[in-house]
């Protein structure tokens, strides 16, 4: 895998510092503002990863709305981006379907470098080169404030589960 993720920079409005333990066992401080960035009205947010899971490819609307720059993207595992409020079970979810070959479709709340975030509706597939699988790309849209309800319910729930 890449280096290890850097702490985030701690923002200039309150927020809520959280330290994130990932699957590998590296942890990282995060900081929350609180605050939501809209999502950018008729654009795509779109990456590629290797099959670790680091970013390999950014489009131009995911370094706008990460508040990352492209370099500073490239190298790091997409986790980078992981909200403290997203269960463990979500990101569980999408890598046994994706490693499995199959689509993964769902509802995100990312964090932004600044401590803000964002909500998307991601679709990420394997992508298949002569027979194997090189990495993943996902796809996000903008999605619905219905559906961002119902999935940050669904969430907390999930994230009371873990735990208890």
């Known amino acids: 895998m890449g280096s290890p993720i850097p702490n985030a920079v701690k923002p200039d409005k309150p927020f809520e510092q959280t330290?994130?333990?990932?699957?590998?066992?590296?942890?990282?401080?995060?900081?929350?503002?609180?605050?939501?960035?809209?999502?950018?009205?008729?654009?795509?947010?779109?990456?590629?990863?290797?099959?670790?899971?680091?970013l390999t490819h950014v489009n131009d609307a995911f370094v706008e709305i990460s508040g990352y720059s492209e370099d500073e993207l490239i190298g790091q595992p997409q986790s980078i981006l992981r909200h403290p409020d997203m269960p463990k079970a979500a990101y569980k979810d999408l890598w046994d379907t994706v490693k499995s070959g199959n689509k993964w479709h769902g509802y995100v709340k990312n964090l932004c470098k600044d401590g803000s975030h964002y909500w998307v509706y991601a679709t990420v597939v394997p992508n298949v080169r002569r027979g194997e699988t090189v990495g993943y790309t996902s796809v996000r849209r903008k999605p619905s404030r219905s559906k961002i309800e119902a999935a940050t319910a669904q969430y907390a729930q999930m994230q009371q589960n873990e735990e208890g």
């Open 19 to 54: 330290t994130l333990t990932y699957y590998d066992g590296t942890s990282r401080t995060v900081y929350d503002t609180g605050i939501e960035r809209p999502y950018p009205d008729g654009k795509l947010i779109v990456s590629r990863t290797d099959l670790d899971g680091v």
